[in-house]
């Protein structure tokens, strides 16, 4: 199994363009985890699916994020446009039932 | 609600030396706990897990915790620290309880970070 894939690992970009990360959960896995992480605020949850429905998005910072999964094997995470406060580390993990979380190893988003 | 305190940002401790990186939660009802490490660069990955059972559970890498139901703690520990083991630690809990719909929502710490001198 190669774990939860993310793409890309590394993504620089300009203020006000549209960024897309992508996930490949753990086949068989059925909840899905956006999180965000930075130094001064930590390890942020974004988004929330189970069995591929969103089921809590409250931490999706404001209208310029989305996400989606479509089906059981991929997600994504778009902001449009992206801003500067954006540059964070995106990390997609997925579970299994209600217990050990796999993460995959980020996406590092820079914005200038 | 369910939350989560590590109340350390770093913890230092000599290579050999015994470690404890603390964590206290707080759920409504009986909780799962979990600690993950995250390596430089790397996502987090999975330590240990106290689901029921034996209060002392052990898991990779030689580090245990402890499930202290009392003081609402689950410490992790190790005998003998080596400078490898330098890395961002994480205590998560979530309560036993699913949410509607069975849905089950983790609450993760601040993180700890560990170092270890040579």
């Known amino acids: 199994d190669a774990g939860v894939i993310q793409s890309p690992r590394h993504e620089v970009t300009e203020m006000g363009q549209e960024v897309t990360l992508r996930c490949k959960p753990i086949s068989g896995h059925n909840s899905l985890f956006w999180y965000r992480q930075t130094m001064m605020r930590g390890l942020e949850l974004l988004i929330y699916f189970n069995n591929n429905v969103p089921i809590d998005d409250s931490g999706m910072p404001e209208d310029r994020f989305s996400a989606k999964m479509p089906n059981a094997s991929f997600s994504t995470l778009k902001i449009q446009p992206s801003e500067p406060r954006d540059s964070a580390v995106y990390f997609c993990a997925s579970g299994a039932g209600a217990n050990v979380l796999t993460f995959g190893a980020g996406s590092r988003l820079t914005v200038l | ?118």
């Open chain 2, 1 to 118: 609600a369910q939350s989560v305190a590590q109340p350390e940002d770093q913890v230092n401790v000599a290579e050999g030396n015994p470690l404890t990186v603390k964590c206290t939660y707080s759920v409504s009802g009986n909780p799962y706990l979990f600690w993950y490490v995250q390596y430089p660069n790397r996502g987090l990955q999975f330590l240990l897990k106290y689901i029921t059972g034996d209060n002392l559970v052990k898991g990779s890498y030689g580090f245990e915790a402890e499930f202290n139901k009392s003081q609402t703690s689950f410490h992790l520990k190790k005998p003998s620290a080596l400078v490898s083991d330098s890395a961002l630690y994480f205590c998560a809990v979530r309560d036993r309880t699913p949410l509607s719909g069975g849905s089950y929502i983790p609450t993760f710490g601040r993180g700890t970070s560990l170092i270890v001198h040579p």
